[in-house]
């Protein structure tokens, strides 16, 4: 089965991690899908493509990160962090050659891949990080990120990635395999809130501004 998915600009290619450690495209057009990589020992948790520089980052549950090239669809670069899986992942939308990663143990790691070594790394929850994604808008460009109890957590890139923001959740059921536990476009963010329900909140300073009851 697929475990993660990301869709091309142009809405044509959907790419696919599969569990069993493949990675495919599927051709919308065509209905035709190609693998494109066998790599990791272990399921695929998640996968992240930097148009910028046209990498693909794949994450396992074998512990390892993996770093390709779509140009060539070989590996370039590869991170471990010794007793922690990593769990997301995401590009920096920018010429910052940095990728995000959400772990296990609730921490978030930064890697410079020019490095390749990790340039920061925080533990603001010991919940496992479910969602990760780089907000950039003039002036409040950053990370946000979910874990395991709904915690939101903002880290500004200008105080280089510190903690600016964290809004807890007082009551948070985590949500169903393949459905997604936060979804940002600026300038707002929607949370998973339950099986018929889904909170909006204000981005960057994460404020809550309602809640959306489905049925």
Known sequence: PVTSMDVSPDALQ??????????????VSSQSYADLLRSHGDDISDA???????????ASMDGVIKIWSLQTLMQTHEFTVAEDV????????????????????GCLRIFDVDGPAM????????ETILS????????SAGIITCDAAGTLVFH???????????????SFLPPPSGCDVVACCWPR???????????????????????????
């Open 48 to 58: 992240a493509v930097s148009l910028f520089f046209d990498e693909l980052a794949t």
């Open 189 to 215: 963010l929607v949370q998973y809130a339950g099986q018929r329900g889904a909170a909006l909140l204000s981005l960057p300073g994460l404020a809550p501004e309602q809640r959306i009851v489905i049925g």
């Open 86 to 105: 990593p769990r997301v992942v995401a590009f920096h939308p920018g010429s910052r050659h940095l990728l995000a990663t959400g772990f296990s143990s």
């Open 132 to 139: 990760i994604s780089f907000l950039t808008d003039e002036g």
């Open 156 to 170: 500004e890139e200008a105080q280089d990635f510190q903690v600016a923001r964290c809004v807890p959740q007082t």
């Open 14 to 27: 959907v790419l696919c991690c599969a569990s069993d450690g493949s990675v495919g495209l599927l051709d």
């Open 119 to 126: 340039l920061c790394e925080f533990r603001q929850s010991t």
